[in-house]
C-alpha cells in the first residue's frame, strides 16, 4: 500500500486516526512529565536535603538525554517501523517515571530523569513518523497540528491539576499518575497502532542510519529548515517556562497567581494554534508564507512586549510608567497562535525527502527544536543578567527573525 495514498479508504482512515490519537496521548504525557519539577521543585528539594537551584541543574539532564535521543529514534522508526519503537519508548517512560518517583536523593532522581529524557524522546516523532508515511500532504498539514496540540494539553496538566496533587499527595504522586497514564497509553498503542514494514527498509548499520540523521539535517536542502527550527520552539518554550513569570511579575507587578492565569492564556494559544494553523494549510496551503508571515509576527509581538516596559517607547508613547498586564495578554495570545505555524515544518520537510528517510528527517528537525531551546535558554540567561528583561525579549525577537531570513533564503526554490 503506497503511504500518500493510505488515507483514501475510508476504514483505513478511521483506523489511522485512532491509531495517531493514541500515539499523541504519548506526546502529552511526554509534556506533562518534562514540568514535574518545575511545578514541585522547592518540595522535592527539601525531601532530598539539597538547595532547589542543585536541582534544577540536575534535571537539565532530561533535556539533553532528549536531544541526543533524536538520532537513534529517528532511525529505529525507519528501519523498525512505528510501533515496536513507540512501545518500547512507552514501557521506557513507565519505568523511569517509577525510577523518578522512587528516588531517594539527587543522584537516583539523576537517573530517573536521564531514563526519561531518552524514553520521551520519541513521543512526538512517533505520532508525526506514522501520519507522515501514511497520509497526503494536505492531510498530513492538518494532522501535524492536530498532534502537538493533543501534546500541549500536558502543559495545562502540568499547572493547576498538578498542583493539586503535589499539595494534597506529595510530588511522588505526580510521578506514580504519569506511570499508570504511561500504562494505560502503552495498552492503547498496543490495540491500535498497526503493524506496518518499514517502506523501502534500510538495511545498513544502525550507526550509518544514524549518521544519516545529522547529514539530512544539514543538507542543504533543510538547511532552512533547520535554520527556523533552531529558534521557533526555543521562542514559546523559553517565554512560556522560564522568562514569562518574571516578567509579568518583575515588570508587571502582578502576583504569582495573576501571572500563572495570563500564562494560562498562553498556554491555551499554544493548544489552539497548531490546529488553526493545520486547518489554514488545508485550505490555504503555501506552507513557506505561511511559516515566514507567522513567525515575523511573532518577532513584532515580541517587540512591542519589550517596549511596553518602563521607560520603553510604547509606554512613552501613551503616557504610562508602564504599560498593563491586559496588553501583555494579548500579545502573549498572538505570539502562542504565530509560533504554532511550527507543524508546517513538519510537512515541508515530509515533501522534501522520501519515505526510507522520512523518520530520519523529521527527528533531525525535532533534534533542532530542542537543541535550539537549550542554547536559547542558556544564552537567555546571561542577557537578563546584564541587559535585563526586556533586552531577552528583545533578544529572543532577532534570533527569530534571523532564523526566519534564513529560512526565506534557503527556501525561496522550493
Same mark, same amino acid.
Given at each position: 500500500?503506497?503511504? #500518500?495514498?493510505?488515507?483514501?479508504?475510508?476504514g483505513?482512515?478511521?483506523?489511522?486516526?485512532f491509531?495517531l490519537?493514541?500515539?499523541a496521548?504519548?506526546? /502529552?504525557l511526554?509534556t506533562?512529565?518534562r514540568?514535574i519539577?518545575?511545578?514541585?521543585?522547592?518540595v522535592?528539594?527539601?525531601?532530598?536535603g539539597?538547595?532547589?537551584?542543585?536541582?534544577?541543574?540536575?534535571?537539565?539532564?532530561?533535556?539533553?538525554?532528549?536531544?541526543?535521543?533524536?538520532?537513534p529514534?529517528g532511525?529505529?522508526?525507519?528501519?523498525?517501523?512505528?510501533r515496536?519503537?513507540? *512501545?518500547s519508548l512507552? /514501557?521506557?517512560t513507565?519505568?523511569g517515571?517509577?525510577?523518578?518517583?522512587?528516588?531517594?536523593g539527587?543522584?537516583?532522581?539523576l537517573f530517573?530523569?536521564?531514563?526519561?529524557?531518552v524514553?520521551?524522546?520519541?513521543?512526538?516523532?512517533c505520532p /508525526?513518523?506514522?501520519?507522515?508515511?501514511? /497520509?497526503? #500532504?494536505?492531510?498530513f498539514?492538518l494532522w501535524?497540528?492536530? +498532534?502537538?496540540?493533543?501534546?500541549? +494539553? %500536558?502543559?495545562?496538566l502540568?499547572?493547576s491539576p498538578?498542583a493539586?496533587?503535589?499539595?494534597?499527595?506529595g510530588?511522588?504522586?505526580g510521578?506514580?499518575?504519569?506511570?499508570?497514564?504511561g500504562?494505560v497509553v502503552?495498552?492503547?498503542?498496543?490495540?491500535?497502532?498497526?503493524?506496518?514494514?518499514a517502506a523501502?527498509a534500510?538495511?545498513?548499520?544502525?550507526l550509518?542510519?544514524?549518521?544519516e540523521?545529522?547529514r539530512?539535517?544539514?543538507?542543504?536542502?533543510?538547511r532552512?529548515?533547520?535554520?527556523?527550527?533552531?529558534v521557533?520552539? #526555543?521562542?514559546s518554550?523559553v *517565554?512560556?517556562?522560564?522568562?514569562?513569570?518574571?516578567?509579568?511579575?518583575? +515588570?508587571k507587578g502582578?502576583?504569582?497567581?495573576? #501571572?500563572?492565569?495570563?500564562l494560562?492564556?498562553?498556554? *491555551?494559544?499554544?493548544?489552539?494554534?497548531?490546529?488553526?494553523?493545520?486547518i489554514?494549510d488545508?485550505?490555504?496551503g503555501?506552507?513557506?508564507?505561511?511559516?515566514?508571515?507567522?513567525?515575523l509576527?511573532?518577532? *513584532?509581538?515580541?517587540?512591542?512586549?519589550a517596549?511596553g516596559?518602563?521607560?520603553?517607547?510604547v509606554?512613552?508613547?501613551?503616557g504610562?510608567?508602564?504599560?498593563?498586564?491586559?496588553y501583555?495578554?494579548?500579545?502573549?495570545v498572538?505570539?502562542?497562535?504565530?509560533?504554532?505555524?511550527q507543524?508546517?515544518?513538519?510537512?515541508?520537510?515530509?515533501?522534501m525527502?522520501?519515505?526510507?528517510?522520512t %523518520?530520519?528527517?523529521l527527528?533531525?528537525?525535532n533534534?533542532a527544536?530542542?537543541?535550539g531551546?537549550?542554547?536559547?535558554?542558556?544564552?537567555?540567561?546571561v542577557?537578563?543578567?546584564v541587559?535585563?528583561?526586556?533586552?531577552?525579549l528583545l533578544?529572543?525577537a532577532?534570533?527569530?527573525?534571523?532564523?526566519?531570513?534564513?529560512?526565506?533564503?534557503?527556501?525561496?526554490?522550493?
Amino acid at each position: 500500500m503506497d503511504g #500518500a495514498k493510505a488515507d483514501d479508504t475510508s476504514g483505513n482512515f478511521r483506523a489511522l486516526v485512532f491509531a495517531l490519537l493514541a500515539l499523541a496521548c504519548g506526546h /502529552m504525557l511526554s509534556t506533562l512529565l518534562r514540568t514535574i519539577p518545575a511545578i514541585s521543585l522547592d518540595v522535592m528539594a527539601a525531601d532530598f536535603g539539597t538547595s532547589p537551584q542543585k536541582l534544577a541543574s540536575l534535571t537539565s539532564i532530561y533535556h539533553f538525554a532528549f536531544a541526543a535521543s533524536q538520532i537513534p529514534v529517528g532511525a529505529a522508526m525507519d528501519r523498525l517501523g512505528v510501533r515496536p519503537v513507540s *512501545l518500547s519508548l512507552l /514501557m521506557g517512560t513507565v519505568v523511569g517515571a517509577l525510577a523518578s518517583g522512587l528516588a531517594t536523593g539527587p543522584e537516583s532522581f539523576l537517573f530517573g530523569q536521564f531514563l526519561l529524557g531518552v524514553a520521551t524522546s520519541g513521543m512526538l516523532m512517533c505520532p /508525526m513518523t506514522l501520519a507522515a508515511k501514511n /497520509m497526503s #500532504a494536505t492531510r498530513f498539514g492538518l494532522w501535524s497540528g492536530v +498532534i502537538l496540540s493533543i501534546g500541549n +494539553i %500536558g502543559m495545562l496538566l502540568s499547572s493547576s491539576p498538578l498542583a493539586f496533587v503535589v499539595d494534597h499527595w506529595g510530588w511522588r504522586a505526580g510521578f506514580w499518575i504519569s506511570a499508570g497514564f504511561g500504562v494505560v497509553v502503552a495498552l492503547a498503542v498496543f490495540a491500535l497502532v498497526p503493524r506496518q514494514q518499514a517502506a523501502h527498509a534500510d538495511r545498513s548499520s544502525p550507526l550509518t542510519q544514524m549518521t544519516e540523521v545529522i547529514r539530512l539535517g544539514l543538507s542543504r536542502q533543510l538547511r532552512g529548515l533547520i535554520a527556523v527550527a533552531l529558534v521557533s520552539l #526555543a521562542a514559546s518554550l523559553v *517565554l512560556r517556562g522560564l522568562w514569562g513569570g518574571p516578567w509579568l511579575m518583575e +515588570i508587571k507587578g502582578l502576583s504569582r497567581i495573576e #501571572a500563572g492565569n495570563e500564562l494560562g492564556l498562553f498556554t *491555551l494559544a499554544l493548544i489552539v494554534g497548531p490546529l488553526l494553523i493545520g486547518i489554514l494549510d488545508r485550505n490555504v496551503g503555501h506552507r513557506r508564507e505561511v511559516l515566514a508571515v507567522a513567525h515575523l509576527v511573532a518577532v *513584532l509581538t515580541l517587540v512591542l512586549m519589550a517596549a511596553g516596559a518602563p521607560h520603553f517607547p510604547v509606554s512613552d508613547l501613551f503616557g504610562v510608567a508602564v504599560m498593563p498586564a491586559q496588553y501583555d495578554a494579548v500579545l502573549f495570545v498572538l505570539i502562542g497562535i504565530a509560533v504554532s505555524a511550527q507543524p508546517l515544518l513538519y510537512g515541508m520537510t515530509r515533501q522534501m525527502v522520501d519515505a526510507q528517510n522520512t %523518520g530520519k528527517a523529521l527527528s533531525a528537525i525535532n533534534l533542532a527544536f530542542f537543541l535550539g531551546a537549550a542554547l536559547m535558554q542558556s544564552s537567555t540567561g546571561v542577557v537578563a543578567a546584564v541587559y535585563g528583561l526586556p533586552a531577552v525579549l528583545l533578544y529572543m525577537a532577532a534570533t527569530l527573525f534571523i532564523g526566519t531570513v534564513i529560512f526565506l533564503i534557503y527556501t525561496r526554490s522550493s
